[in-house]
């Protein structure tokens, strides 16, 4: 199937949290011997940043005042996504709890944002065999010109029930309300809010297994491929 003149083809694969955009983004990128980008964990990384400097969360304006500082950098390799912030690894601190209830917040700053959405098209720019780009505004904001957008989705219910199956020890209840909060919040923000583009295929998920997902994606990413 693949030829070694395979055209690169940039993906951007949105959605709210627990449809399976991680594992379904990493997997699809690995079998079409893409790259891959989190931009979610860029959002954790600056919000990781300004927790650990002491920056008060709710001020926006000292947000903004520091969102150029940290130098964040992603690696791409679909099997070991990297993260780093000023040198120093955040792959695992930036997925703690409190990360995760801060990050609507600074990621709805439009300086982080621009910060940001720059730091991915250029990411992106230099993907030499295309990229798999998983976000909230990816399709939208980041990447409007993409060769394929996917907007991925499920009930609340599967959403939950997976997370909590991700957070040991977290109840499905518990988890449906933090989801559902943090999904008005990113939908709702002026700034580039989590939204389907009108040229977006949506995959809902909600009865699909991981694997059916997946080759649903890669089926659609193959077929764009083979017209360009």
């Known amino acids: 199937m693949e030829n070694g003149a395979a055209q690169p083809v940039i993906v951007a694969i949105d959605g709210p949290s627990g449809t399976g955009k991680s594992s379904t983004s990493k997997a699809v990128a690995a079998q079409l011997g893409l790259s891959y980008l989190d931009t979610g964990a860029q959002y954790r990384a600056i919000t990781w940043w300004m927790v650990t400097n002491g920056i008060d969360i709710d001020d926006p304006t000292a947000i903004a005042a520091v969102a150029g500082k940290p130098d964040i950098v992603s690696g791409t390799d679909p099997a070991n996504p990297t993260i780093t912030v000023d040198g120093t690894d955040v792959a695992a601190p930036i997925r703690t709890q409190e990360i995760t209830s801060k990050v ?29 780009v998983e976000g909230r505004d990816i399709g939208t904001t980041v ?38 909060r943090r999904d ?23 009865e699909l297994t991981l694997a059916q997902v997946i080759e649903c ?12």
């Open 104 to 132: 609507s917040a600074v990621s709805a700053v439009p300086e982080v944002r621009a910060r940001i959405t720059e730091l991915q098209r250029s990411v992106a720019a230099g993907a030499e065999k295309g990229i798999v």
């Open 143 to 180: 990447l409007p010109d993409a060769d394929l957008k996917i907007f991925l989705t499920a009930s609340a219910e599967a959403r939950a029930a997976r997370r909590s199956g991700e957070l040991k020890g977290v109840d499905v209840h518990t988890t449906r309300e933090a989801l559902i």
């Open 184 to 206: 008005a919040a990113d939908s709702s923000r002026k700034t580039s809010p989590l939204a389907k583009a009108d040229d977006a295929v949506e995959v809902d998920t909600t």
């Open 217 to 228: 994606v890669v089926t659609l990413v193959e077929e764009k491929r083979a017209a360009k």
